[in-house]
């Protein structure tokens, strides 16, 4: 499968974005869809996670809250609606595909990943 995501720009502290992440192949089943960042200097972060058939959504403690993770079935698309965004959530977002059930206790790993998008930028200025 082959991820696209777009959505990223830059906005002031407290604005909006939503991230958008087309799957190239029907999605289906438990397989959960998730969503990375990667600051400068930083190692690349979970952030959220969407099963595709359940619709189960986990978060970040750091986004609980502000961001809201969901999915278009008809579009095999995924989103992330980003609220009141802050200077330090300055990264490059990813999303990631993976091809079987993961435990909950897994799903914020991003080894159990197979398919990732390129990334996009998302600057939040002070």
């Known amino acids: 499968v082959q991820l696209q995501a777009s959505g990223g720009g830059l906005v002031q502290a407290g604005g909006s974005l939503r991230l958008s992440c087309a799957a190239s192949?029907?999605?289906?089943?438990?397989?959960?869809m998730a969503w990375f960042r990667q600051a400068p200097g930083k190692e690349r972060e979970f952030v959220a996670a969407i099963r595709w058939s359940g619709g189960t959504i986990y978060y970040a403690d750091s986004v609980k809250g502000r961001f809201t993770a969901s999915k278009d079935n008809a579009k095999n698309t995924v989103y992330l609606q980003m609220n009141s965004l802050k200077p330090e959530d300055t990264a490059v977002y990813y999303c990631?595909?993976?091809?079987?059930?993961?435990?909950?206790?897994?799903?914020?790993?991003?080894?159990?990943?197979?398919?990732w998008g390129q990334g996009t930028q998302v600057t939040v200025s002070s």
């Open positions: 192949e029907r999605r289906f089943g438990n397989y959960p």
């Open positions: 990631a595909a993976s091809n079987g059930a993961l435990i909950a206790s897994t799903i914020r790993r991003e080894d159990n990943y197979d398919a």
